[in-house]
Nanobody, 132 residues
């Protein structure tokens, strides 16, 4: 079955950087929609960045655009989705989740949705804590 495993979380001071990874297997990674979401206590899970792996088309939430970058690599049947996070702020503190399955068509272009409801396979998450 589908397996998603996040890693790379940790604690960092505001202004710092972290790189998250999500190892993905059990599905056709090379033509899929992958996304990173985050959730902090008392808040709903929200989309951060997505990528349609077929052509590496990316999209970002306004709150992270220009600071976060999503990318991919693939080796055989295992794919990896990266989230490079820079200029981190205290409000970026959350558990970060990797997900697959949420492709959407917008203006005739296929992309990875940032809507939680459109994803059906999730990792367990990795904690990111940013201290101010």
């Amino acid at each position: 079955g589908i397996e998603l495993v996040e890693s790379g979380g940790g604690s960092v001071q505001a202004g710092g950087s972290l790189n998250l990874s999500c190892t993905a297997s059990g599905f056709l990674f090379s033509a899929s929609c992958m996304a990173w979401f985050r959730q902090s206590p008392g808040k709903e899970r929200a989309g951060v960045a997505g990528i349609y792996t077929g052509i590496s088309r990316t999209n970002y939430a306004d709150s992270v655009r220009g600071r976060f970058s999503i990318s991919i690599s693939q080796h055989g049947a295992v794919g990896t989705v990266f989230l490079q996070m820079t200029s981190l702020k205290a409000e970026d503190t959350a558990t970060y989740y990797c997900a697959t399955g949420g492709c959407a068509l917008r203006a005739g272009k296929l992309l990875a949705s940032l809507n939680t409801d459109q994803y059906d396979s999730w990792g367990r998450g990795t904690q990111v804590t940013v201290s101010s």
